[in-house]
């Protein structure tokens, strides 16, 4: 756009240091509602555990969002898990590994309902490994 040759030198530098603030104005304001819209359309799960390794068990519950990992850990044993939900149902799909003493011995993948228990197990003998979980959606 040019500006009218009328206009003193001035008028148009105020005219376009105008413009550039509206512009920036306006990619600023803009910036949060993008990021507000994409944090809401990440859901977040409440994972509540039973873990029983050593003849112990203990209950950890994380707080995880949909995609990221999270990790627990009970003597050698340490579960790395990620929660994802399933397209067009109330379904979860919880995805991880199972170590023992750095050893992968399971690499489970599990689809269940939400608000309902599903349980994994491994190892025999003198060192089994169960955990019991239960995924909640978080508002």
């Given at each position: 756009?040019?500006?009218?040759?009328?206009?003193?030198?001035?008028?148009?530098?105020?005219?376009?240091?105008?413009?550039?603030?509206?512009?920036?104005?306006?990619?600023?304001?803009?910036?949060?509602?993008?990021?507000?819209?994409?944090?809401?359309?990440?859901?977040?799960?409440?994972?509540?555990?039973?873990?029983?390794?050593?003849?112990?068990?203990?209950?950890?519950?994380?707080?995880?969002?949909?995609?990221?990992?999270?990790?627990?850990?009970?003597?050698?044993?340490?579960?790395?898990?990620?929660v994802r939900?399933?397209?067009?149902?109330?379904?979860?799909?919880?995805?991880?590994?199972?170590?023992?003493?750095?050893?992968?011995?399971?690499?489970?993948?599990?689809?269940?309902?939400?608000?309902?228990?599903?349980?994994?197990?491994?190892?025999?003998?003198?060192?089994?490994?169960?955990?019991?979980?239960?995924?909640?959606?978080q508002p």
């Amino acid at each position: 756009m040019q500006p009218h040759p009328a206009l003193s030198a001035t008028v148009r530098r105020l005219a376009e240091h105008c413009a550039a603030t509206l512009v920036i104005a306006g990619i600023i304001a803009g910036t949060p509602a993008v990021h507000a819209e994409q944090t809401a359309a990440t859901p977040s799960y409440a994972v509540a555990m039973t873990v029983a390794a050593h003849g112990e068990e203990s209950a950890p519950r994380v707080l995880a969002k949909a995609g990221e990992p999270f990790a627990v850990a009970s003597g050698a044993w340490r579960v790395e898990m990620t929660v994802r939900p399933v397209e067009a149902s109330d379904d979860v799909w919880v995805s991880g590994r199972i170590l023992k003493g750095g050893a992968v011995v399971g690499a489970p993948t599990l689809r269940t309902h939400l608000n309902e228990a599903a349980t994994v197990r491994v190892g025999a003998g003198d060192d089994p490994f169960t955990l019991s979980m239960i995924v909640v959606r978080q508002p």
